[in-house]
């Protein structure tokens, strides 16, 4: 998961990227960097580190150019410790490229072998995003060798990129002297929206982004989603094209988790409201609820701020209990789910959270929470709410059990973490010292999500159902994977 932007303005750029950098922030915290273009000219800047502390006036000043494109990761492959496998990346031939990527790769090793051999390209990283931009730029380079780039050959281009590259990935690649280049895995796993409004000289300025609040912000009108497998080329004085590069037959699979946790509530993601179907997975929760629980022994229902608030009140609305706030939060904590390590997600709950004991004192809480995935945020959780005087504490999740690796942008990469594989709900109860556990279902999950449109039926949950979508995704990849991220 990684929060990336681009913008082609009649105005610089530099201020736009980073204040848009800013409202994706929530997408990843281990680096971020800024791209911009000025004529042919590439100015590229790249820090570990949150975007409030990592740029300074100095680095602004460099970044000339009306047209460019900006990253925070959240490290999901390569070394999230080192400023190397920071996006942007960037190749100077043909033409001069910087891209952008969101999303994981799960042909990697093809890939690798396919840049030292038949396509002689080095990598210096191993990067995922270099993988990509190499991918595009060999195929680039081929077609452009006799002519000048077009549209045309931009969407021909993505086209054959489609059929080497397997995985999910949202991308924005910055092409000097020429324009912007975006383009969508063919299931749509990971997200991007456009935007569009008019400079004060009535001019077109475009933006493509991961989640629309970002438009919304920067007074952008949200045009439409980036559809699965298209391609946007956008010149750099503003005019648009764009094509389908992949076939139709492809089906439309966005990734379940981005309602469950990923994105902002105040995002419209694939068409879907976040905030209402967080609600609506409140509704189904509570279902679930009233199946294996009595209601008359619960005496508050207490979210776990921020992203499962939604969902929490529609629970106690449902079941007609009392909503309180006894978890109150300390906004300059980054998200627990995207540190880095155990140890540095355990110590930053304490820090992020504080229990109010006048809410817990000798009552019986029902505690939602978006999802239980490693069980370290859950247990400390938990501990601080019977330390606060909770007399019993169920954990209910908004979302299924993850009992399976995410190999498509989220950090899961082996199934010993997850404290959910091979456990029953009441094993995890045990596990994170609950009295109980209570879990969404797959199709509860669904019926939520999906609610209210037509065009997406169904969502990648393979963390939920060990069913991958995208590439060939065997066993023998999966023990790679663990075995590459445990090393």
């Not at 608030?309 to 629970?315: E, I, L, N």
Request: charged share 20%.
């Amino acid at each position: 998961m990684c929060g990336i932007v681009g913008i082609v303005s009649q105005d610089p750029v530099n201020q736009q990227i980073y204040d848009s950098l800013l409202l994706l922030q929530h997408r990843g915290q281990d680096s971020t960097g800024i791209a911009t273009a000025d004529g042919t000219r590439l100015h590229t800047v790249k820090k570990q580190g949150q975007v409030r502390e990592a740029y300074r006036t100095r680095d602004m000043r460099d970044l000339l150019g009306n047209i460019g494109l900006g990253h925070v990761r959240y490290a999901t492959r390569g070394n999230a410790q080192t400023v190397t496998e920071a996006q942007p990346f960037y190749v100077n031939a043909p033409y001069g490229i910087i891209l952008v990527h969101n999303g994981n790769l799960v042909n990697t090793r093809e890939l690798t072998a396919q840049m030292s051999g038949a396509d002689h390209r080095h990598l210096n990283t191993n990067s995922d995003t270099e993988l990509l931009l190499n991918v595009l730029a060999n195929e680039l380079w081929h077609r452009t060798k006799d002519t000048d780039l077009t549209a045309e050959i931009a969407f021909d281009t993505v086209a054959k990129l489609h059929q080497r590259v397997a995985g999910s990935y949202a991308a924005i690649a910055l092409i000097a002297g020429y324009g912007m280049l975006a383009f969508r895995d063919p299931n749509g796993i990971r997200p991007l929206v456009l935007g569009h409004r008019l400079s004060e000289a009535r001019c077109d300025e475009w933006i493509i982004a991961s989640e629309s609040l970002v438009l919304e912000s920067g007074g952008y009108r949200l045009v439409r989603d980036i559809a699965p497998g298209e391609a946007v080329f956008i010149t750099s004085d503003g005019q648009l094209r764009s094509q389908l590069c992949s076939p139709d037959a492809v089906p439309y699979i966005p990734c379940a988790f981005e309602y469950v946790y990923l994105a902002r509530p105040d995002s419209i993601v694939n068409g879907i409201s976040v905030y209402e179907a967080r609600l609506r997975l409140g509704n189904m929760l509570a279902e679930e609820i009233k199946k294996q629980l009595d209601i008359s022994e619960i005496d508050v229902v207490m979210p776990i701020p921020d992203s499962s608030r939604p969902s929490a009140m529609q629970v106690a609305a449902n079941l007609q209990l009392s909503y309180r706030e006894g978890f109150y939060k300390n906004r300059y904590v980054g998200r627990t789910f995207i540190m880095p390590g155990q140890k540095e997600r355990k110590r930053s709950v304490r820090q992020k959270l504080n229990a109010l004991s006048s809410e817990f004192a000798d009552k019986t809480v029902l505690i939602v929470d978006d999802s239980i995935v490693r069980g370290t945020t859950s247990k400390e959780i938990v501990e601080m709410a019977r330390t606060a005087g909770a007399k019993k504490v169920i954990f209910a999740s908004a979302a299924p059990p993850v009992m399976y690796p995410h190999v498509y942008g989220i950090n899961m990469p082996t199934q010993s973490e997850l404290i959910a594989h091979n456990r029953s709900a009441a094993e995890v109860a045990e596990a994170i010292g609950a009295d109980r556990v209570v879990y969404q279902t797959v199709k509860g999950m669904n019926t939520a999500i999906l609610a209210g449109q037509q065009e997406i039926t169904q969502l990648e949950q393979s963390c939920f159902t060990g069913e991958y979508i995208a590439g060939n995704v065997s066993d023998e990849y999966l023990s790679w994977v663990a075995t590459n991220q445990e090393s």
